[in-house]
């Protein structure tokens, strides 16, 4: 993927997240700005609350783009089978944008109605998007092979003929250094938030279905 295709694929998951944002909200203004205790009698009342069609079909679009993100980026990660689908920074990428769209269908699957065991859950969510934002940020500081696999210390050295003309050697190497153990920082508090929410998640899923909710099946 040359680099301007590569900033276009990036343009177009970020304006999709932003465009479903505003059309949500845009759709759904008039409920949502509704007190809470006044939604029941509102007209949107049966399609936007979070067993109504569209809530309802929110939560599960959105927890299937979360459980896809999640299981697809540590399946690319662990089987060598999956080496020839694409590159791990351009998964990496793909991840990003699945738990941030998905978090923002569940975000209206709530209806802004937080509480109990629900709140825990989406401030969790809330963590781990702001986390894999900075873990994104760290990522690309991080010197790797075109494939996406990060380099070695010796390899950063053995790289010094081209890396002359861009940064000089010892600051490329304390970068490296630093984001490494950033990087395993980050991870200590990513993955803890990550499994509350999607321990949370299935638990409100067999609740909700236990309880006998369904949406159009």
């Not at 696999?149 to 390899?155: P, V």
Request: proline share 3%; glycine share 8%.
């Amino acid at each position: 993927m040359s680099p301007l295709v590569h900033r276009i694929y990036i343009t177009v998951l970020v304006s999709i997240v932003v465009v479903t944002t505003i059309f949500l909200l845009f759709k759904g203004y008039s409920y949502y700005n509704t007190p809470i205790a006044e939604r029941f009698y509102h007209p949107d009342h049966n399609e936007f609350k979070p067993s109504g069609l569209y809530g309802h079909g929110m939560g599960i679009a959105g927890t299937l783009l979360v459980l896809i993100g999640v299981f697809g980026y540590m399946a690319k990660k662990k089987y060598r089978s999956l080496a020839r689908l694409g590159r791990l920074k351009y998964w990496l990428e793909f991840h990003i944008f699945l738990c941030s769209l998905g978090p923002v269908l569940i975000l209206f699957h709530t209806a802004f109605k937080f509480g109990g065991l629900v709140s825990v859950s989406f401030w969790s969510m809330v963590a781990v998007v702001a986390s894999g934002v900075i873990g994104r940020f760290i990522y690309i500081q991080i010197p790797r092979t075109i494939e996406g696999r990060e380099l070695s210390l010796n390899e950063v050295k053995e790289m010094k003929g081209n890396l002359e003309d861009i940064i000089t050697l010892n600051k490329r190497i304390e970068r490296l250094q630093t984001m490494q153990k950033l990087f395993k920082y980050w991870h200590v508090a990513h993955l803890p938030f990550a499994i509350v929410m999607l321990v949370i998640m299935v638990i409100h899923v067999a609740i909700t279905l236990a309880l006998g909710y369904r949406w159009i099946f």
